[in-house]
């Protein structure tokens, strides 16, 4: 079954990636109508996320953010298939990192980084960051339970030369790395939720107090690498630029969660400014209710 569907679907990402972009983003106003005022797809997740973080804002502001967000979603969603065919000049031109001396001097510390991201504006073409780094990228990722839609990410990492770890093998493969001499910039997307089994850190996120997913802490820690955030913004449709901002140039150094809580006021800060921009369909914030586990730390 998982084969049949990939077949059917495949052709037809195909098609709608090697479309020109005028046409790419006229696609994605078509869809924006279907999603919001038809199928109207977690439209009630998404006010319920925007009202209980934005409780100073009337409901027209929500509203006003909720559409903006919905046709960035749409966006995001036809560049996501664009990236089965884009090429290099492309990507380059339209996802650009703004500080690239600064992320050099970094690499050249010959000491590997791990990248801190948020689902924030694009993190679909963060792959292009390969195309300018000195140093080997490589994607910190939750594998697709379709395993050919997975094999489709591989793939389209391979075109620039991008690797990819599921996250479950990412300590390991991160070591090994380690002691072949291997200097890489890992990035990964660290604002989940995670299960409430595993939650053992809890902290205020867009003045919510909910589990904090500990990944990345961990790896920056246990590994001491060299923590940074991916800054992304969205400067016109189809344009991004990254600005890589330090966190901590030798994290096991640093205070316990404090590279955790540096990301998570990085992001904030980017989601208060530009809210449209965030990915409101998540339930970021289920667990706000629940019973915090006698064993957890609560900042």
Request: one cysteine or more.
């Amino acid at each position: 079954m998982q084969l049949l569907v990939y077949r059917i679907a495949y052709p037809i990402l195909w098609c709608i990636s090697k479309l020109p972009f005028f046409l790419l983003y006229f696609l994605s106003d078509l869809l924006y109508y279907i999603v919001y005022y038809v199928i109207r797809y977690r439209r009630t997740t998404v006010t319920d996320n925007l009202t209980l973080v934005f409780p100073e804002k009337s409901k027209n502001e929500i509203k006003e953010i909720r559409k903006k967000f919905y046709r960035h979603l749409c966006d995001m969603f036809l560049e996501m298939i664009k990236s089965l065919s884009i090429t290099r000049k492309e990507i380059l031109e339209r996802y650009k990192v703004v500080n690239l001396d600064e992320f050099h001097k970094m690499e050249k510390r010959g000491k590997s980084t791990i990248g801190f991201m948020g689902h924030y504006a694009s993190y679909e073409w963060s792959n292009a960051i390969d195309l300018v780094s000195l140093n080997p990228c490589v994607g910190i990722y939750k594998q697709v339970k379709n395993k050919y839609f997975d094999q489709l990410a591989h793939r389209i990492r391979a075109r620039f030369d991008s690797r990819l770890i599921a996250s479950h093998k990412v300590l390991k493969q991160i070591i090994r790395d380690k002691q072949q001499g291997e200097v890489c910039t890992y990035g990964m997307i660290s604002d989940q939720s995670p299960k409430i089994g595993n939650a053992k850190f809890w902290t205020n996120f867009m003045g919510i107090k909910v589990p904090i997913f500990l990944g990345g802490e961990v790896l920056a820690t246990k590994l001491n690498l060299t923590s940074i955030y991916m800054h992304v913004e969205k400067v016109k449709r189809g344009h991004y630029e990254v600005r890589v901002i330090p966190i901590a140039e030798n994290s096991g150094e640093m205070d316990q969660f404090y590279v955790v809580k540096e990301y998570l006021r990085l992001l904030e800060h980017q989601i208060r400014t530009k809210p449209e921009f965030y990915l409101w369909t998540h339930k970021r914030w289920k667990h706000r209710n629940a019973t915090i586990p006698t064993d957890a730390v609560v900042h």
